[in-house]
T-cell receptor, first 115, second 113 residues
Framework: DSGVTQTPKHLITATGQRVTLRCSPR?????VYWYQQSLDQGLQFLIQ???????AKGNILERFSAQQFPDLHSELNLSSLELGDSALYFC??????????????FGPGTRLTVL | DQQVKQNSPSLSVQEGRISILNCDYT??????FLWYKKYPAEGPTFLIS?????DKNEDGRFTVFLNKSAKHLSLHIVPSQPGDSAVYFC????????????FGQGTRLTINP
């Protein structure tokens, strides 16, 4: 158990809909990352938040957005869903020290299926 | 543009022998490398890491080697155990301070009894 929790575990929805994925980081971790893993693909970085502020963006679609709340949990919002958005979505967290290397710890993921 | 590549989608090794998983990268700005292990229906689990100032890091049965000139790293597992059967991902990042990870496609390791 990494200490990172994600809900829901599975989500099935229809094209055009909007969903929200939730992540709670490990206790003490200020930084949250979102990754997408499509079928037979590696994990693709979407976005990073640090202590409530957006820190870095990857190949995240404009239909997707995220935020990190004062209690440090994060939500990833996916809207106008398309079939190709079906994937595993992982959240990871880490402490952040500017002069240290920091491994990221991953949650169990949310499997999104768009029908 | 695949900056981190794992060219072997799968690898089969006999229990007790050495497993060697390979990873190549193209971005010379990468200075921190990690290996993650993933079981089905679970998130990736951190295994071992190495910074670019080192060429070897060891943790129990797991050793990671880094060859900066060749932009190549490898993970050695000795001896291999059935519980090591999983998908292994190589990942890299640039700069300290927890930057985004760039992942390879993964190698499925199967340990045969």
């Amino acid at each position: 158990d990494s200490g990172v929790t994600q809900t829901p575990k599975h989500l099935i929805t229809a094209t055009g809909q909007r969903v929200t994925l939730r992540c709670s980081p490990r206790s003490g971790d200020l930084s949250v990352y979102w990754y997408q893993q499509s079928l037979d693909q590696g994990l693709q970085f979407l976005i990073q938040y640090y202590n409530g502020e957006e820190r870095a963006k990857g190949n995240i679609l404009e239909r997707f957005s995220a935020q990190q709340f004062p209690d440090l949990h994060s939500e990833l919002n996916l809207s106008s869903l398309e079939l190709g958005d079906s994937a595993l979505y992982f959240c990871a967290s880490s402490v952040v020290f500017s002069n240290h290397y920091n491994e990221q710890f991953f949650g169990p993921g949310t499997r999104l299926t768009v029908l | 543009d695949q900056q981190v590549k794992q060219n072997s989608p799968s690898l089969s090794v006999q229990e007790g022998r050495i497993s060697i998983l390979n990873c190549d990268y193209t971005n010379s700005m990468f200075d921190y490398f990690l290996w993650y292990k993933k079981y089905p229906a679970e998130g990736p689990t951190f295994l071992i890491s190495i910074s670019s100032i080192k060429d070897k890091n060891e943790d129990g049965r797991f050793t990671v080697f880094l060859n900066k000139s060749a932009k190549h790293l490898s993970l050695h597992i000795v001896p291999s155990q059935p519980g090591d059967s999983a998908v292994y991902f190589c990942a890299a990042s640039a700069n300290q301070g927890a930057q985004k990870l760039v992942f390879g496609q993964g190698t499925r390791l199967t340990i045969n009894p």
